[in-house]
């Protein structure tokens, strides 16, 4: 099988799972919240055909191969007795959460299998792994290897302090003191105003040093950790941007072009690293593996942001009610949700066609 054929299949798979575990989420949750569903459906309507019943719920094969769907009983219409309008406002909660939930799990689980392979990052070191020619990094002296103790006066201990200092201090000659073969050398750096697409204003690539877990289990804490922090950064990058700290690049969206081209490099980065590992030439890679997290985590924070139309969306509608005893009428929840929903499509389409025309540079290391 060509590397392109499976890096199209590993796409195919991936995208076509995250959605499927998004709403067995929601479907899950809603028969233990005793909320009646109606259809879980595998692909995008029109139907092809009723695969089976089970406790009143049909499953079913769509003409679209997306993806799927679940259709709760009475999501917009509170009058529908055993539907999701209907129940108690937590129990609504626990559904509209529980597909966001299992897309984080999801990134969990793939966390701890990559861990368990690589070892866990010690996030108290900061370490040079790799510089770009000619950029003002290497232009400093800057070296991989290079362990990062002292910048602009400030005692590294994470990569974000870098590089939040980095864009604080454009165009500014920074001092930077780093461990060197066990040695203190001290350098000066200015980081560039105006840099590549897919590059930042020093030039380098910065990682943490890992150290190796006994087990599978061991290495779950720092999974959910992680993940947490993951969203974190998602959540702040718009912040950061405002306070000029990120770059307009970090915050670029990737579209299906975009992702597909992804996972065409990572699989053949995989598949070539693997070849050399066991000739005995140098160590496997995990960008397939780094892709599917990256997704998940996305695809988790992105829904729950107070968007209408999105899970974040209808939680938001949800809370008051929680909190003052008072619903938000339904037709209202239902028009500024269906609204907020056709410009959301309508946005989307705006970006993936962006993105076919222009797709984000994929630069593996």
């Known amino acids: 099988m060509s590397t392109g054929l499976l890096g199209g299949i590993t796409f195919v798979l991936v995208f076509i799972g995250m959605i499927l575990v998004h709403e067995i989420g929601h479907f899950v949750a809603a028969r233990l919240m005793k909320i009646d569903v109606e259809e879980f459906g595998f692909g995008i309507p029109p139907r092809m055909l009723t695969l089976f019943t089970w406790k009143g719920v049909k499953f079913t094969l769509n003409w679209l191969p997306l993806g799927g769907f679940v259709r709760i009983k009475g999501e917009d219409d509170p009058s529908v007795p055993e539907g999701m309008s209907a129940a108690k406002p937590w129990k609504r909660l626990v559904v509209l959460v529980s597909g966001v939930a299992m897309n984080l799990l999801t990134a969990v689980i793939a966390y701890s299998i990559l861990f368990t392979n690589i070892g866990i990052p010690d996030r108290t070191t900061t370490i040079i792994t790799g510089l770009e020619a000619g950029a003002p990094a290497e232009q400093a002296g800057i070296q991989p290897g290079d362990i990062v103790l002292l910048y602009n006066g400030v005692h590294i201990t994470d990569t974000d302090d870098l590089i939040a200092i980095t864009f604080k201090n454009l165009g500014q000659p920074l001092s930077l003191l780093v461990a060197r073969d066990g040695l203190p050398v001290e350098l000066t750096v200015t980081p560039r105003v105006d840099y590549p697409v897919g590059s930042g204003p020093m030039g380098v690539m910065l990682s943490n040093p890992y150290r190796p877990v006994d087990s599978w289990f061991q290495a779950i804490p720092f999974s959910f950790k992680v993940t947490g922090q993951d969203m974190g950064t998602l959540f702040a990058l718009p912040f950061r941007l405002i306070a000029g700290t990120a770059s307009p690049q ?101 970006f993936y066609i962006k993105d076919f025309i222009n797709p984000i540079t994929i630069n593996l290391p």
């Open 250 to 350: 970090e915050a670029q969206i990737g579209g299906p072009r975009t992702i597909w081209n992804f996972f065409q490099a990572a699989v053949a980065s995989d598949l070539e690293s693997r070849q050399e590992a066991e000739a005995g030439q140098g160590q496997a890679t995990y960008y397939t593996l780094g892709v599917i997290i990256a997704l998940s985590v996305s695809l988790g924070t992105l829904n729950l942001l107070p968007i209408p139309g999105l899970d974040g969306g209808r939680i938001l509608f949800t809370l008051p009610e929680m909190l003052f005893r008072r619903a938000i009428p339904a037709k209202y929840q239902t028009a500024i949700n269906g609204t907020a929903l056709i410009l959301l499509i309508l946005l989307m389409m705006f």
